[in-house]
């Protein structure tokens, strides 16, 4: 009996990459899936790989972000799936250029399809699972590109480090109506990671393949099932066998002016105690570099 028995989730992107791998996992532990997709075809055969194993999916083709499609994602499970206990906001995307160089349009798509393809989705589900007085799971897809910071990434960090932060938001909106909102910054060799490092994410010689998408799926599972009822709000790193727990941004060092306004000119002697206090570096930092999995160490 998988984890899923009986419940219906969405994820969007389920077309290919970590989506198709939740979706499949999702089917397997007992869920019916509805397949979120812009790519018809992509999504299509995800359907017909559950459906051949003995599940059950359906696709709806829409973009995530658009209201419309949203809200139609979320009827298409409640009407061809009978219910709705798990969303998935997974589908993204990259325009990757330095700040300098980026264009309007490059920061606009990959804004729009990540944060309003966060809140166009969970906004329909929650208030679904609200006037049903129903309990429900959302799982947001965050990236260390933006919680940590990677360069070249300002409109894609951004985004992400904004998921991250709804997820913890919504979580407390959402908790006395016992629907949890959680966060996974997953990694693995996709469509998309091949477009950001080429080739450094090598399909495993033998053994295990630590990057193998698929391997972000079964804590997703776990999210979307009743079993993680007394967790959310929490930033998860899931990659290979490993899940992380991420601590939220926690202030680690004062300085205090003994009851007045502080004059600018003060900062020049004691900002430097704040940094000496923590050993945090004033200097910009990559902060690619805390990674405790790195995808260029691990090849
Ligand atoms: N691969 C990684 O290592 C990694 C790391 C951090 C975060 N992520 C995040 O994980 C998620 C999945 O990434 P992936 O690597 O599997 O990417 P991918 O490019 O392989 O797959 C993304 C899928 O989303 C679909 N999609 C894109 N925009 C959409 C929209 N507006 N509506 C519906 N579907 C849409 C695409 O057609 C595609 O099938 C993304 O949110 C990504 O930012 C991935």
Redesign the pocket.
Known sequence: MGLLEGKVAIV?????????GEAIELAAQGAGVVI????TD??QAVVDEITAAGGAAVLYV????EID?AEGIVRTAIDELGRLDALVN?????RDRTLAKMTPDEWDAVIK??LR?HYAPTHAAINHWREEGKPGRVVC?????GILGNFGQSN?GAA?AGIAAFAQIVAQESWKHGITVNAI?????????QSAYGDRLEVAAEGFDFWH?DNVAPFVAFLCSDASAHISGKVFGV?GDAVELYRPFTSAAAIENGGQAWDPADFVDKVGALFAETGIDPAAENGMARLRYT?TERG
């Open positions: 969007t992107g389920a077309g290919r990459g970590i989506g198709r979120g997709e812009v790519d992509a999504g829409g973009d995530c972000s499609a997974n589908a993204g995307i990259l399809v990540h393809g897809t965050a990236s260390t590109s894609y992400k910054c997953p990694a693995a060799r996709t469509r998309m990671t998408p990659q995808m």
